[in-house]
């Protein structure tokens, strides 16, 4: 078992940049990826950005692109979102996610991930 806390959401205004952080703990040292996604009130779960834990290698959203970086650090166990230039429909409850085991999935799909963090508010005012 994995388990998952987001934290570092809050509200701020358009143009300005905020930090998620996600730590884990449990069953951790053979992660394959880990991801956040997010979700508006009325939308569906929409994929932010993801990381290979191994390599480091990253994915992002078009709509997120340029404006927010993913990012990892192995002795805390945690993975962090940083988020700048944001914009209003960037508001939404933030979830990390995490995938234990292999998958065939893709990157930017849900079902790829195992284990869910319960999710951090994030309010872009204008």
């Known amino acids: 078992q994995v388990q998952l806390v987001e934290s570092g959401g809050g509200l701020v205004q358009a143009g300005g940049s905020l930090r998620l952080s996600c730590a884990t703990s449990?069953?951790?040292?053979?992660?394959?990826?880990m991801a956040w996604f997010r979700q508006a009130p009325g939308n569906e779960r929409e994929f932010v950005a993801a990381?290979?834990?191994?390599?480091?290698?990253?994915y992002y959203a078009d709509s997120v692109e340029g404006r927010f970086t993913m990012s990892k650090e192995h002795v805390k166990n945690t993975a962090y979102l940083q988020m700048n230039s944001l914009k209003p429909e960037d508001t939404a409850v933030y979830y990390c996610?995490?995938?234990?085991?292999?998958?065939?999935?893709?990157?930017?799909?849900?079902?790829?991930?195992?284990?869910w963090g319960q999710g951090t508010q994030v309010t872009v005012s204008s």
């Open positions: 990381i290979s834990w191994g390599g480091g290698s990253t």
């Open positions: 449990g069953r951790t040292s053979s992660l394959y990826s």
């Open positions: 996610a995490a995938q234990g085991y292999y998958s065939v999935s893709a990157y930017d799909s849900a079902s790829r991930y195992h284990f």
